[in-house]
């Protein structure tokens, strides 16, 4: 199975900074991999898919990155919104999510 | 408009089967490219895929759940059916189900997801 490890687990921030998110996939996965922002209680929402996409209605401070086994997501001005947990997800071989990353408000 | 909804019992007892039906609106599972899947969360911890059943009625399932898993559509009434058999407390989970659809060729995974559910593992 394919495992895949995110970083950091926690990342305080403050709003207006440029935030990045760390993915790491155990074999190449090509670019099979998506990210989530999921805040509390709720089901968890795409933001990228194929690496790089964005999902329609996503804010464009989203992005991502990678290809292989490394990726990022990164936030180019952190809102007061965008202030929950993040996972990535690999599909190249059935499905797999990372940890998850909290932002939280530094 | 799309939307999925899953329901199911919110109390099951240890080894008993559990039995989530996902609802779902707006796309059909008879579509070339759709598929939809089982997520779970236990409280406070990361999500973890379940299975998934495909528009063909091709199934997978989690290698490390697969001799208790059981998937399954009805086309006609909008419907997937998740049965998970000799529940354990550690299965307390919210319960997700999600829509993997193909767009021109490209695989966009789980774009739309039901609200969940929580079920809890007692005796």
């Known amino acids: 199975d394919i495992q895949m490890t995110q970083s950091p687990s926690t990342l305080s921030a403050s709003v207006g900074d440029r935030v990045t998110i760390t993915c790491r996939a155990s074999?190449?996965?090509?670019?099979?991999l998506a990210w989530y922002q999921q805040k509390p209680g709720k089901a968890p929402k795409l933001l990228i898919y194929k690496a790089s996409s964005l999902e329609s209605g996503v804010p464009s401070r989203f992005s991502g990155s990678g290809s292989g086994t490394e990726f990022t997501l990164t936030i180019s001005s952190l809102q007061p919104d965008d202030f929950a947990t993040y996972y990535c997800?690999?599909?190249?071989?059935?499905?797999?999510f990372g940890g998850g990353t909290k932002v939280e408000i530094k | 408009q799309v939307t999925l909804r899953e329901s199911g019992p919110a109390l099951v007892k240890p080894t008993q089967t559990l039995t989530l039906t996902c609802t779902f609106s707006?796309?059909?599972?008879?579509?070339?490219?759709?598929?939809v899947s089982w997520i779970r969360q236990p409280p406070g911890k990361a999500l973890e895929w379940l299975a998934r059943?495909?528009?063909?009625?091709?199934?997978y399932y989690s290698t490390s759940l697969k001799t208790r898993l059981t998937i399954s559509k009805d086309t006609s009434k909008n419907q997937v059916v998740l049965t998970m058999t000799n529940m354990d407390p550690v299965d307390t989970a919210t319960y997700y189900c999600?829509?993997?659809?193909?767009?021109?060729?490209?695989?966009?995974?789980?774009?739309?997801w039901g609200q969940g559910t929580l079920v809890t593992v007692s005796s």
């Open positions: 999600a829509r993997t659809t193909t767009i021109f060729g490209v695989v966009i995974p789980f774009d739309y």
């Open positions: 707006g796309f059909s599972l008879s579509t070339s490219g759709m598929c």
């Open positions: 059943i495909d528009w063909d009625d091709d199934k």
């Open positions: 997800q690999q599909y190249n071989s059935y499905f797999t």
């Open positions: 074999q190449s996965i090509s670019s099979w």
